[in-house]
């Protein structure tokens, strides 16, 4: 090889080659997501102290890695070999003070209950339109929720710094909280099992505090092409 590996990436390409993959335990979110005009697919999340990742539920295929302590975004197009390099240009996202947010929380005391824990149905306005429905359960997958916490804030921080360029028609109320200064409502609340907006609705299909998977899936991998970008569509 070219290059010197470091002593850590050297030991998992070995143990992997030698076929004893090295592994790590991860937190478990699977959801089945439904968009207008494109078929149902699955995002798996897989969240760790240092990392978040975000797949269709395929260790080979394409990813997004966040780095949950350099607080960067890596977006890993397996067929192209390359790496979109995503960071915050914004230490925090600027106040809005015309956009008005608020929120119903209603317990759903008819609803079977999840590890003893009955189900909220939370309502997202802004400026008392009506963003998005949720059905959340408060206490589970907290570690989790938190990792998720962080990578929207920072998807919201790269967001606000490019707002000036995005279209009139998309800063609308629901658009200005969903991304940028609510990012983070959906996972506020609780662990969400199913969501709603406009043209796309999800659904909690498995989910586990602890989830044995190979250490390399948070690892990018070596002579990919890296680029930078200073926006990245609301995911």
Same mark, same amino acid.
């Given at each position: ?33 439904? =968009? =207008?005009?494109?078929? #149902? ?14 797949? =269709? ?5 394409? /990813?997004?890695? +966040? ?20 960071? #915050? ?58 990792? @998720?916490?962080? /990578? ?36 506020? /609340?609780?662990? #969400? ?10 659904? @909690?299909?498995? /989910? ?9 899936? +948070?690892?990018?991998? =070596?002579? +990919? ?7 990245? #569509?609301?995911?």
């Amino acid at each position: 090889m070219q290059k010197i590996l470091s002593a850590a990436l050297l030991g998992l390409l070995s143990a992997i080659t030698s076929g004893n993959a090295v592994a790590e335990s991860a937190a478990l979110l699977v959801y089945k997501v439904w =968009e =207008e005009g494109v078929d #149902p697919y699955l995002t798996r999340m897989l969240i760790t102290e240092d990392h978040v990742r975000l797949d =269709e539920g395929a260790d080979q295929g394409d /990813f997004t890695l +966040f780095d949950r302590r350099q607080e960067i975004i890596y977006n890993v197009a397996m067929q192209d070999q390359s790496v979109l390099v995503i960071a #915050p240009q914004l230490v925090e996202v600027p106040a809005n003070p015309g956009l008005l947010l608020s929120e119903k929380d209603q317990v759903d005391e008819q609803a079977p209950k999840i590890a003893g824990v009955a189900p909220h149905n939370i309502e997202l306005l802004a400026n008392n339109e009506v963003c998005g429905q949720l059905v959340v359960v408060p206490g589970l997958m907290g570690d989790a929720l938190e990792g @998720l916490h962080e /990578f929207k804030q920072v998807l919201a921080r790269v967001q606000a710094a490019t707002l000036a360029g995005r279209p009139e028609e998309l800063q609308t109320p629901c658009d200005l909280a969903s991304n940028i200064h609510a990012a983070t409502r959906t996972v506020d /609340f609780g662990l #969400p099992i199913q969501e709603r907006s406009e043209g796309r609705a999800q659904v @909690l299909v498995d /989910f586990a505090e602890e989830h044995e998977v190979d250490a390399g899936l +948070f690892v990018i991998p =070596e002579g +990919f092409g890296r680029h930078s970008m200073p926006s990245l #569509p609301a995911l």
